[in-house]
Antibody, heavy 117, light 107 residues
Framework: EVQLVESGGGLVQPGGSLRLSCAAS????????MAWVRQAPGKGLEWVSG?????YYADSVKGRFTISRDNSKNTLYLQMNSLRAEDTAIYYC?????????????WGQGTLVTVSS | DIQMTQSPSSLSASVGDRVTITCRAS??????LAWYQQKPGKVPKLLIY???TLQSGVPSRFSGGGSGTDFTLTISSLQPEDVATYYC?????????FGPGTKVDVK
């Protein structure tokens, strides 16, 4: 069974940093694209970043967030710097389909990031 | 960047009704479109990929269609458990944008 478990969320002040992790199991992690998708309170889904052989970012986070993966640990990361109030959201880790296919199944349970002073 | 829109933004229908949601891309995306269902308080779930391919385990009352810029998600006979917000998503190239969502309720 494929499992994705996010961690690392929490309360951080504006301008601060946070690193999210997503532990994956049940599939050959290195062979799949992975992504982060977020959802602000009461709002819709927003794709944030993806990684396969290349990395991709939404304009809203480009230059502030860095996606990476450690295939030896089956873990996906999102380093978030210069955080803003508008980054407050549940952050979901999601598995792509194949090495370069960015439609997502399944999703993790999410980790909440709150940016506030 | 390609923009994704959905209509309507919300709808209310009776059990057994046929419901259709439209997703439009500002430029052609072939059939690189997925649909997701998010029930209140739950994690999004994949329903359809490649515009019309039903994900394993998804009830057959759900169907998808379209290509290029115009796509549809149809629920042939609405059930109480279908109360959710439905999102389309393009995946032909980055950014892998989601539509704003359509909230479906049962009268």
């Amino acid at each position: 069974e494929v499992q994705l478990v996010e961690s690392g969320g929490g309360l951080v002040q504006p301008g601060g940093s946070l690193r999210l992790s997503c532990a994956a199991s049940g599939f050959s992690f290195s062979n799949y694209a992975m992504a982060w998708v977020r959802q602000a309170p009461g709002k819709g889904l927003e794709w944030v970043s993806g990684i396969s052989g290349s990395t991709y970012y939404a304009d809203s986070v480009k230059g502030r967030f860095t996606i990476s993966r450690d295939n030896s640990k089956n873990t996906l990361y999102l380093q978030m710097n210069s955080l803003r109030a508008e980054d407050t959201a549940i952050y979901y880790c999601a598995k792509g389909q194949g090495r370069t296919s960015y439609w997502f199944d399944p999703w993790g349970q999410g980790t909440l990031v709150t940016v506030s002073s | 960047d390609i923009q994704m829109t959905q209509s309507p933004s919300s709808l209310s229908a009776s059990v057994g009704d046929r419901v259709t949601i439209t997703c439009r891309a500002s430029q052609g995306i072939g059939n690189y479109l997925a649909w997701y269902q998010q029930k209140p308080g739950k994690v999004p779930k994949l329903l359809i990929y490649a515009a019309s391919t039903l994900q394993s385990g998804v009830p057959s009352r759900f169907s998808g269609g379209g290509s290029g810029t115009d796509f549809t998600l149809t629920i042939s006979s609405l059930q109480p458990e279908d109360v959710a917000t439905y999102y389309c998503q393009k995946y032909n190239s980055a950014p892998f944008t989601f539509g704003p969502g359509t909230k479906v309720d049962v009268k």
